[in-house]
């Protein structure tokens, strides 16, 4: 009869709102349910030719080899959840700086946001859209041909000449070659970090107002500069 003890107190030893405690749980009603029946079956078998034992035994066995895989996995989550909270620990010197990611969602901050993009050799014409959540296109510009890496440090002025509302909008730069053909052109987009997660095991920092950058995106970090009043 240890072994109802053991799992009770696997079970008490385990969070309550883990996976392995839901589990713990089922394998401790289930094995009281067995006990149970195996009680009655004992009570009521004939004396002159009783129960063999190897059956309930083995499922005994069974019960006990399940107790130690659920403590085993409740240890695992333990581990996991420290190591989530250790990466959540080494993330917490970006928080406050900015940082230039690969992305195509730029944040809007005190009406200035920033992004990059890598022009390969051979371009002809090419531009640039910047649109809001809604999809509409706020911003249009030539982007440069010239082979390499620009940088766009946008005021939040609209096409329209009137300043758009902080938050986050959708970069697109395009461009051709002198054949017509599309270029492929790679974005990475700048922002200030405002905090710093761990979801499914992924180590993520947080920009603008929906922005998640995952953490090996991230190319660069350096300190935001500030405008003196």
Do not use: C
């Not at 009655?40 to 399940?66: H, I, S």
């Not at 010197?93 to 969602?105: D, H």
């Not at 939040?156 to 959708?170: C, E, M, V």
């Amino acid at each position: 009869m240890s072994l109802i003890g053991n799992t009770a107190a696997t079970a008490a030893s385990i969070p309550a709102d883990s996976r392995s405690a839901a589990a713990a749980a089922k394998n401790d009603d289930d094995l009281n349910k067995f006990l149970n029946l195996l009680v009655t079956q004992l009570k009521n078998q004939d004396p002159l030719d009783p129960m063999d034992a190897t059956e309930f035994t083995a499922q005994l066995v069974q019960f006990a080899g399940v107790e130690q895989q659920i403590f085993a996995n409740s240890n695992l989550e333990k581990l996991l959840a420290l190591e989530e909270t250790n990466q959540i620990s080494a993330m917490v010197n970006f928080i406050g700086n900015t940082i230039e990611a690969e992305g195509r969602v730029i944040p809007l901050e005190n009406g200035k946001a920033s992004f990059s993009y890598d022009m390969p050799a051979g371009a002809n014409k090419a531009s640039f859209t910047i649109t809001n959540s809604s999809g509409l296109t706020v911003y249009k510009n030539d982007a440069d041909t010239a082979a390499g890496k620009h940088t766009f440090n946008w005021d939040g002025i609209g096409t329209n000449g009137g300043l758009q509302s902080d938050g986050d909008y959708n970069i697109l730069v395009s461009g051709t070659d002198y054949s017509g053909n599309l270029l492929e052109i790679t974005h990475t987009i700048h922002g200030r970090v405002k905090g710093a997660g761990v979801e499914d095991g992924e180590s993520n920092l947080y920009l603008g107002e929906n922005i998640i950058v995952g953490q090996d995106k991230v190319l660069s970090i350096k300190e935001t500069q500030t405008t003196a009043n």
